[in-house]
């Protein structure tokens, strides 16, 4: 199973950008990269999922370069309410026997100041 | 209402007990999971189910019993609880395989 590798915690100020990297050296050829937001006493929610190049949605990019050893989250323009944890998955074998077994890292503490 | 729930949302109970959270899932998602999470732990994979009556072992399975006798419910057993399964319980569903998790809101359980 692939192992992630995030910084423990980083801090920001409203109005800006965040980007929150991740390392995956050994990332499996069919593994998908996906990241998801912890607010206390709440479940996580799925952000954004990826497979290479780069992904958009309403909330967030995802970059990963060619070699997907590692990605980037990138959340623009910060407000309070992004303050939450963020956790960087690897794995969702779409055909192989690794889907079920997705590993939860310790996170990314984000802190948005005003 | 559409969604994952689970209950009880909060729990306390006896060293020895048996205990069950339960899991239900509007959706008919085939994939559902049970995680722990913990102080210093993170997230952690206890069992999971890829269709009624298919599950499989995860990362920390031991002293828990699941069943999936219906697509939309997977209650998580404690056969006899320990102070050590004390932690906050979350169950999540996903129909596509490799896609992106819905979680519940979680069970605080406490064992005394």
């Known amino acids: 199973l692939a192992k992630t590798t995030q910084p423990i915690s980083m801090d920001s100020y409203e109005g800006q950008e965040v980007n929150i990297t991740c390392s995956h050296n050994n990332i499996a050829t069919n593994d998908y990269i996906t990241w998801y937001q912890q607010f206390p006493s709440q479940g996580p929610r799925f952000i954004i999922q990826g497979y290479k190049t780069k992904v958009t949605n309403e909330v967030a990019s995802l970059f990963i370069p060619a070699d997907r050893k590692s990605s980037t989250l990138s959340l623009p323009r910060v407000s309070l309410s992004d303050t939450a944890v963020y956790y960087c998955?690897?794995?969702?074998?779409?055909?192989?026997?690794?889907?079920?077994?997705?590993?939860f890292g310790q996170g990314t503490i984000l802190t948005v100041h005003p | 209402d559409a969604g994952i729930t689970q209950s009880p949302r909060y729990k306390i109970t006896e060293t020895g007990r048996q205990v069950t959270l339960m899991c239900h899932q509007t959706w008919s998602h085939s994939y559902m999971f049970w995680y722990r999470q913990d102080l210093g732990h993170g997230l952690r994979l206890i069992y999971y189910s890829a269709a009624a009556d298919i599950t499989d072992k995860g990362e920390v399975p031991d002293g828990y019993v699941v069943s999936r006798s219906k697509t939309e419910n997977f209650p998580l057993t404690l056969e006899s609880a320990t102070r050590s399964q004390t932690s906050v319980y979350f169950c999540a569903s996903t129909e596509n395989r490799g896609y992106g998790y819905t979680f519940g809101s979680g069970t605080r359980l406490t064992v005394v």
């Open positions: 998955l690897v794995g969702g074998n779409a055909g192989g026997t690794s889907y079920g077994k997705l590993t």
